[in-house]
């Protein structure tokens, strides 16, 4: 089980630099950004096919020595040239409407869940982000924003079931599914079932990245979420 142990030091989530983001907006000013997405979900068309509709800017918070960094990113918009639909390809390090990068989600999630003792403050004061400059900006990462994120993961359920199914097709005699039902969160961490489910869905779905990276040497972002929705 050494995926879980990976993910149990949540320390291996590399963050993207500013560097990083700003090349991905270069090769999207370029046309070298191809789509990398799922076909058309309308027409079934092939995404080889679409065409580039439009860009837009959006805002990354990088933290740097934990002070964040705004940086702008240009994400590439396709068009489906049978049915019109516009479909918003998202790099690597995106998610859909959030503004800190994928990489620093999965990381704080993972250190929340995976850890039985951890609180939503602990977890944030253990690596302060923002604070020392804007002591109160709403850049700065803060419970809330932690408990949004954790709901957040924990309602991506297509996301999870397509890469379940996806690992058992590959490995039918994988632990995976074993595992999965054992991951469980303490009690004083919830006070709703709503809850509750939310927080076990965000865990699975740290341990479905894992085992996908390890079985698959992939992510589950963005291609596999982009074709579940984000869902
Ligand atoms: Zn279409």
Redesign the pocket.
Known sequence: MQYTQKLKTGNDFSYPSIKDIENYSKNVRKGKVTPTIPK??????SSEEFKRHDVRERQFFIPVNQIIQIVFCLLLRWR??????RILQYPDFALPYKRYTLQTVLDFCARYVENDQSTYKSVILEDVIGYQEYPNDYRQIDRSTLWRWVGTLGRLKNLSQTAHRLLLEFSPASFVSRHLATLAVPARKYATAVRKKLLIGCRKLLHLEAAYQQYFAASLFPNLATASGFS
């Open positions: 058309c979900p309308v027409c079934n068309i489906c040239p049978a049915c019109n639909k």
